[in-house]
């Protein structure tokens, strides 16, 4: 197989920021030193001046296959993720047919076989009828199970409290919850669908789908699983008074973990009037105050992953009504960059960056050999300049429903080489032709 030599790079990673040469060789990180030597038949990559990190680790993605495949398909998808900086991704459920048998499992891993740019791997569904399937699911099988505890896109909403009971008790592997309350939300968009018929502004999105609804469920999911005992990671957290239910400190040794994704930390309820439907996903986008609330849990630990929830929908499918318009926005290709930029605003660390959508996403799901840049690890890494800009514009964008909410925008920062499996992947703005994605193994930790 190939081998690379990086040169130069200032390479962020467990805690330390320090210049380091690094050797790739058959797919893996053989050698962290300096003055490192190229042998004739090495690539070598000049990266003086440039941050190296390992690649992103993301644990929340909806790649669309299979049956939606319109919307994106895990080629299409994966190509914008490693544009990204994003070596790895774990993908959701909610496709057609869904993902809540095991045998729907094993089908879905084929189709990513061959396909996937990053590296892969898969939610179980649950819903109020599957508790047999999830019984039997092995670790090596899946990266956790999903519930829709709110109603989303998809018909996969599990609300039976028995079949919530049996989840929690019995599930073998990390429940991760999507929390919003159903039943507040529909009550609320009967008090909105009175007062304006069909012309809701998008404005009351996140007052239709409330702080409340959200703390509702997302206190109930905490409950249920200090009851039961379980392993339970709560995605994408959009407000304040939620942080209260989760402990700060790292994430080694909790049963309970957040994820808050990355247009959470960028967009704020000031946002609708210029970006309308584009910026409607679920949960909300909230207030100001909540959107500085999450990049403070952060901080403090509260929050133990950044992710996506990359959720492509048409450009056709984000238009109408509010009813009409479709929940979710494609993020995965600039999430680090939109990341970085509360790097740029003195809000995050580099080191706590990498922590959050590396480091702490590869101990939780128990990753084997990735996150980190470490001798004998897999070679999942990225360089990014910190200091070219980049304007997003429509002709750059690899996710096939073709936009973007970040278009138009300037991030300080460009995504220059981004290496899976030690195979250059994406450099200078150009995808290469390798297809390196592998499957991820997950070892029997504490997951
Ligand atoms: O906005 C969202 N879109 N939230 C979800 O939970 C699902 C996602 C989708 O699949 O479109």
Redesign the pocket.
């Known amino acids: 197989m190939n081998s690379l030599l990086i040169k130069d790079a200032t390479v962020v990673n467990d805690g330390r920021i320090q210049e380091h040469d690094v050797r790739i060789r058959d797919g893996r990180i053989d050698e962290i030193g300096s003055g490192l030597k190229g042998s004739g038949s090495e690539t070598v990559i000049e990266a003086g001046g440039l941050h190296l990190l390992p690649g992103c680790i993301d644990d929340q993605v909806?790649f669309?296959e299979p049956g939606l495949t319109h919307k994106g398909d895990i080629a299409t998808e994966s190509a914008a993720a490693v544009a990204g900086g994003t070596t790895s991704f774990m993908d959701?459920p909610?496709v057609r047919p869904l993902t809540v048998t095991r045998k729907a499992l094993a089908d879905k891993y084929l189709l990513a076989e061959g396909r996937a740019r990053a590296n892969y791997s898969f939610y179980l569904g649950a819903t109020n009828e599957n508790i047999d399937e999830i019984r039997a699911v092995k670790p090596t099988e899946a990266c956790g199970i999903k519930v829709?505890m709110?109603a989303?896109?998809?018909d996969m909403l599990v609300d039976d409290p028995d079949s919530l009971a049996m989840i929690f008790r019995d599930s073998p592997l990390l429940i991760a919850t999507?929390c919003e309350d159903t039943p507040i939300i529909h009550a609320n968009e009967r008090e909105y669908r009175e007062r304006y018929g069909d012309e809701i502004p998008l404005e009351a999105h996140p007052l239709i789908r409330s702080a409340e609804s959200c703390y509702k469920s997302s206190s109930f999911a905490v409950e249920l699983a200090r009851e039961h005992d379980a392993r339970l990671h709560v995605?994408?957290l959009t407000t304040a008074r939620e942080m209260e239910l989760f402990s700060p400190g790292p994430v080694d040794g909790k049963s309970i973990t957040a994820e808050v994704c990355v247009h959470h930390l960028y967009f704020d309820e000031s946002d609708y009037k210029e970006f309308g439907g584009r910026i409607?996903?679920?949960?909300a986008i909230k207030t100001k105050a909540d959107r500085q609330a999450l990049l403070q849990a952060l901080v403090s630990g509260r929050i133990d992953v950044i992710a996506t929830?990359h959720?492509?929908?048409t450009v056709e499918e984000k238009q109408g009504s509010y009813f009409e318009i479709?929940?979710?926005?494609p993020v995965v290709q600039h999430a680090l960059q939109s990341v970085l930029e509360h790097y740029h605003r003195g809000v995050l660390d580099l080191e706590l960056i990498v922590e959050k959508t590396s480091h702490a996403v590869a101990r939780l799901f128990s990753v084997e050999d990735r996150g980190y840049i470490r001798e004998g690890y897999w070679a999942d890494i990225v360089l990014v300049d910190l200091n070219k800009p980049t304007r997003i514009t429509s002709d750059q964008l690899l996710a096939k429903c073709g936009w973007s909410p970040f278009e138009g925008l300037e991030f300080k920062s460009s995504i220059i080489t981004t290496i899976v499996n030690g195979q250059i992947a994406y450099q200078d703005n150009t995808l290469t032709p390798a297809i390196p994605g592998q499957r991820i193994s997950h070892g029997v930790g504490p997951r």
């Not at 409607?280 to 949960?283: E, F, L, M, V």
């Not at 479709?326 to 926005?329: E, K, N, R």
């Open positions: 909806h669309r959701m909610n829709f709110g989303s896109t998809g999507h995605l994408h409607k996903c679920n949960p929830d959720a492509p929908h479709s929940a979710g926005l």
